[in-house]
């Protein structure tokens, strides 16, 4: 876009340039990351949008506005969303045990003891329920984390994976096999559990996942580019996906021969989808204005403001919540709740970073970020494509006090 000169929206645009400048300097230019494409929006205006480096190393294309990223874990919030269109229809409810749409689950135990094919269990003290899917505290985990032997079951049995024969139903037997890491309620820990809500959508809605989130958010509100797949004529814009191994960005899926050429036969709900930051910055103005964009209406105020409040017992933060062992979450800081898809700031003071109570933000494995600040009227779309990089946390505060720090104008009080 063109540089302002002028203020806009409470901002001085140069210091919005410092957004590109330090990205490009520190991250592109030093080879940490291909490229970057930064948007903000605030007060119905895109106030700034800057890209630079490639969406390919090998090949040297120049990312552009409309390339194509892999979102990853920024999926779940759409199917955050997506479920609670269905409880608006009253189809189900957050207090709904899972076990009413998922009968296996009302036999799950919790772990005590043994590895995988001797596991000893506990009998749970309450069951699963609906919320605690959507904010990671059912006692499902990720095979990543690389924690428990639970999660080393999920690494031996490929649990979630794209190609899984069977798709979600199959996840879903596997789950029921095994044990809960920890009683319902008693943690918070990063899991597979937007997938299983994603799996509710289909149950309680009839479709597909991929059909219900096209017919029911992407078209509504003119998201032509976000699906579980990239066709052939949107290959060209489809971004490489890289890893770090000895400092060096190496190919984990490359955009011309990727993974996303083809339907996956399991859709996940936590982390499958594809699309650009335009894309998902009509999904973040869509909450950010209560639901509702250009006439597309998914949700009301009432919910979008349900989904964005800090859903974790007590009140506590992610960082209270977590097990001793593990670290990982998709915010990186302390001071921020977890709410229906979302984490949610609850003392800027304990993020170390400037902010507003109630902003809600996530991000994805291979870099993307979103954030949005409903009093400041303001939304942030980040992509890139490192898979885990292991300075992403590091560019997303900066991310946030460089935005933060070209604002000129509070609107927040």
Same mark, same amino acid.
């Given at each position: 876009?063109?540089?302002?000169?002028?203020?806009?929206?409470?901002?001085?645009?140069?210091?919005?340039?410092?957004?590109?400048?330090?990205?490009?300097?520190?991250?592109?230019?030093?080879?940490?990351?291909?490229?970057?494409?930064?948007?903000?929006?605030?007060?119905?205006?895109?106030?700034?949008?800057?890209?630079?480096?490639?969406?390919?190393?090998?090949?040297?294309?120049?990312?552009?506005?409309?390339?194509?990223?892999?979102?990853?874990?920024?999926?779940?919030?759409?199917?955050?969303?997506?479920?609670?269109?269905?409880?608006?229809?009253?189809?189900?409810?957050?207090?709904?045990?899972?076990?009413r749409f998922i009968p296996g689950f009302a036999e799950l135990g919790v772990?005590?003891?043994?590895?995988?094919?001797?596991?000893?269990?506990?009998?749970?003290?309450?069951?699963?329920?609906?919320?605690?899917?959507?904010?990671?505290?059912?006692?499902?985990?990720?095979?990543?984390?690389?924690?428990?032997?639970?999660?080393?079951?999920?690494?031996?049995?490929?649990?979630?994976?794209?190609?899984?024969?069977?798709?979600?139903?199959?996840?879903?037997?596997?789950?029921?096999?095994?044990?809960?890491?920890?009683?319902?309620?008693?943690?918070?820990?990063?899991?597979?559990?937007?997938?299983?809500?994603?799996?509710?959508?289909?149950?309680?809605?009839?479709?597909?996942?991929?059909?219900?989130?096209?017919?029911?958010?992407?078209?509504?509100?003119?998201?032509?580019?976000?699906?579980?797949?990239?066709?052939?004529?949107?290959?060209?814009?489809?971004?490489?996906?890289?890893?770090?191994?000895?400092?060096?960005?190496?190919?984990?899926?490359?955009?011309?021969?990727? %993974?996303?050429?083809?339907?996956?036969?399991? #859709?996940?709900?936590? !982390? @499958?989808? /594809? =699309? *650009?930051?335009?894309?998902?910055?009509?999904?973040?103005?869509?909450?950010?204005?209560?639901?509702?964009?250009?006439?597309?209406?998914?949700?009301?105020?009432?919910?979008?403001?349900?989904?964005?409040?800090?859903?974790?017992?007590?009140?506590?933060?992610?960082?209270e919540m977590m097990p001793l062992t593990t670290a990982f979450n998709e915010?990186?800081?302390?001071?921020?709740?977890?709410?229906?898809?979302?984490?949610?700031?609850?003392?800027?003071?304990? %993020?170390?970073?400037?902010?507003?109570?109630? #902003?809600?933000?996530? !991000? @994805?494995? /291979? =870099? *993307?970020?979103?954030?949005?600040?409903?009093?400041?009227?303001?939304?942030?779309?980040?992509?890139?494509?490192?898979?885990?990089?292991?300075?992403?946390?590091?560019?997303?505060?900066?991310?946030?006090?460089?935005?933060?720090?070209?604002?000129?104008?509070?609107?927040?009080?």
């Amino acid at each position: 876009m063109s540089k302002p000169h002028q203020a806009v929206q409470g901002f001085d645009p140069r210091r919005l340039q410092r957004i590109d400048d330090v990205i490009a300097r520190n991250y592109v230019e030093t080879g940490a990351l291909p490229g970057a494409l930064t948007m903000v929006w605030r007060r119905g205006e895109l106030v700034w949008r800057g890209v630079s480096g490639v969406l390919d190393l090998a090949r040297g294309l120049p990312l552009r506005e409309d390339s194509i990223f892999r979102l990853y874990s920024m999926t779940k919030p759409v199917t955050a969303v997506a479920l609670l269109m269905l409880m608006e229809e009253g189809l189900i409810g957050l207090d709904d045990p899972v076990s009413r749409f998922i009968p296996g689950f009302a036999e799950l135990g919790v772990y005590a003891g043994g590895a995988l094919g001797s596991f000893q269990t506990t009998p749970s003290p309450r069951p699963v329920k609906v919320v605690d899917l959507l904010r990671h505290t059912a006692g499902f985990t990720y095979g990543f984390l690389n924690r428990t032997e639970v999660d080393a079951a999920y690494r031996a049995q490929r649990l979630g994976e794209a190609n899984t024969e069977g798709g979600l139903a199959a996840m879903i037997a596997q789950l029921e096999k095994l044990p809960l890491e920890f009683a319902p309620g008693e943690m918070w820990n990063y899991s597979v559990g937007t997938d299983v809500a994603g799996y509710l959508v289909e149950i309680v809605s009839g479709q597909k996942l991929s059909d219900f989130l096209r017919t029911r958010i992407f078209t509504p509100l003119a998201m032509h580019d976000t699906d579980f797949m990239v066709p052939a004529a949107k290959r060209d814009r489809l971004s490489t996906c890289y890893y770090v191994k000895d400092g060096k960005l190496l190919v984990f899926d490359d955009g011309h021969h990727s %993974t996303y050429a083809q339907p996956p036969l399991l #859709e996940s709900g936590g !982390g @499958g989808l /594809a =699309g *650009t930051a335009k894309d998902y910055l009509r999904f973040c103005r869509m909450l950010l204005n209560g639901g509702e964009l250009d006439g597309a209406r998914l949700l009301s105020p009432k919910t979008v403001a349900l989904m964005t409040m800090n859903h974790l017992p007590g009140g506590r933060t992610m960082t209270e919540m977590m097990p001793l062992t593990t670290a990982f979450n998709e915010s990186g800081y302390a001071g921020v709740g977890y709410g229906l898809g979302v984490g949610v700031t609850q003392d800027v003071a304990a %993020t170390g970073l400037p902010g507003t109570k109630g #902003e809600y933000s996530w !991000g @994805g494995a /291979a =870099g *993307t970020y979103f954030f949005n600040d409903p009093k400041e009227e303001l939304a942030v779309v980040f992509m890139t494509q490192v898979l885990f990089a292991p300075d992403r946390i590091k560019l997303r505060r900066d991310l946030r006090a460089l935005v933060y720090g070209a604002m000129t104008e509070s609107f927040a009080g």
